[in-house]
């Protein structure tokens, strides 16, 4: 790596122009003889080389990307965070992935001590890539131009996006909610799935009173779903809280569930009165806008 | 349910303005905290506490549904019965439920002694809810004007229909037929898959020689099926009998297959010539008219 | 068989026309009592009487289907061979099916003794008609006018085509390619249905210099694919050699996998550069014709 960025430097002198040169050159290569790219490949930039359970980055990915298709990412020295709205801003998330969740991870720097980088990737093509390993675990090398995925027997390289193509971080809101607790994820998953049969909307409701249940309710035309989820860790009370969301984003949401290693885990939830939730599986955390009806 | 009823009566003299009035409240309740629905519904009619084996009910629903959308059923004090047919009177059924095939059943009445009712269910939301439940058992609560479905976690309500829009009762006509006998009904329902195959109709047929055995023979434009059948009881045996049936109705039917409990089971049949055929699986018996050739 | 067979004589003596006449009789057994079939039908053809293990001739009908839809298939006294080019001339199958591969196989001869015949087979009614059977293994009888397949419990009888009437035997080009090698066809398959999620084309390449690995590559707009199968065998190694085909031929080509009694084996290639590329799944040779770029 130092080598040959080196010799990388030895070419030009204005950094800038550099890049663009390469990012041709990258482009030449993959053309032509894409299979050795893996040994040329090189730039002033960092180049994270990463290994991920294939189980994790998968359930990963397919969170998000039920959110939106192409993801804004910041690689720094100790973990990926990437924040995003969909397009019609009622749902956001915030992804922190530490380097702890790695198996490896190591950040190659330039000369420049401490360089992250932006990259842009399509999520249903990470999708349909992580689908061609059947390893256990996954070898990921990326650069701002690319994304490299190397199991034991095969490896695949996709071109990232420009992240400046895609829209901007949304502004996160500084919310308070009455209402924090935790609930089996899968409880949850089930009763999302269910109320989807009923209506498009469903209403999450933590009733002081009944301390002890989280409800889940739906009400449609031809009948009505309600479903009481036991909470398992009370965190913040202060009185009922209940919101109407759309179906469409929880089901999305709530494939986030065995994020951790596929274990199935506890879901956080902060709930208000017709107020956002917040919906905190491990390292994503998602905020979804409520539906208000208009009475 | 004594309690509750003993309140109902304290407030209001005239039994059927109060259901009027209960109907609006039930609905009211539905629409806002549906939650406490379970707690304080309640009419003059009776109304079934029942609990069965969710494979029963749900064989028994999905048998129905392949012949009718909507079905009218009735609730008495030791069992619930229903005798409809397709709309185009091809094809009917009879079902005669008893108490013996539930974990439970209690018909509260109202004063009248043995006040039972009719009611209107939709098969498709029934055959959706009761995917939604992973008990073993589920408790149904109905009343003329609603379906309740508890399980361990969560409970779902569907509205029913009134009867009076639904199709009425049909004429079951007194048959006699010369064959009657028992077969196993996995190998039927193989046989009537495999004969979609090849052709829209089947014939079946019981030859008097051949005694032993049910013939299940399609012939289409490329080929030809034949299955022969062992007849496991021979009941009824005056001759020859052969008909032809179509082969959509006949899938629909053998699905009725495994109803009593989940566990495979003979088949009745009752067969003629040119006549129609009788198929009784456990308490669920159907009637199929033939497909005369017209040459 | 000889029995019959002499009855069918006495009744003419011009053959041609004995052919014909059983012809029509064939066809009118089989609109009414196709069931006795079975103990009848006779021709002075040979008719062959075998049976094979349901897996085996599963996949070896499936491999074929997705190259051509009817096949002409020539019956003789040690083997059935077909070879069948897809209409578009690309691809082409050479099968020779060895009675050895059967648990049973005989041809019941006319007079003259080794009296082979030639048929046509619509394969997707094969594939449909082997679904009906739950056998391990299954008695199949041929004879130029139908195939009847015998189970335990039912049969099923297609009619045939006339050869004269499907596409005749392409020539089999004489090729002798630099590469020969056999690698794992569960390899073979999975790179081949990777690819595919990345463009239309594949790249085969067996590099001279890294003698031990065959490489399918797939370059596409959005990234690209490598795969580095280890060669088991290397029969011939006349330098590198390389060649683009079509993934939709190799994709149908690659369900020929576990061919010989559903186990997993060794797939032979032999590659060129710019060459047709021949693939050798034991009883069965594909020969796929490369895609030239015009550049």
Redesign the interface.
Known sequence: MVEAQTEAKTKTEDEETEVEEKKEEVEEE??QT??N?KTEAKTSYGELEAKIKKKTINRLIKSIAGIIDEARIEVSKDKITSTMADPSNVCMYNLELKDSEFEEYGLNEGEDEDRGFETGI?LN?WK??L??F?DRKIEIELTPE?TKFIGD???????NYDPSTIQQEPKVPDLELPRKFEVDET?FK??IS?SA??NDNVELKADEEEGEHF?I?A?GD????????EIEEDIENEGTAKSTYSLDYLTDIAKASRLLSGKPDNLEIELGTDYPTVLRYDYLTFLLAPRIESE
């Open positions: 993959r053309n894409i299979g790219a399509d093509r349909k890539v689908k061609m059947d690319e027997k095969r490896e695949v390289v996709l071109d409880d089930e009763a269910n049969e009923i409800v309710e009400n031809a009948g009505s779903y309600k479903d009481q989820i």
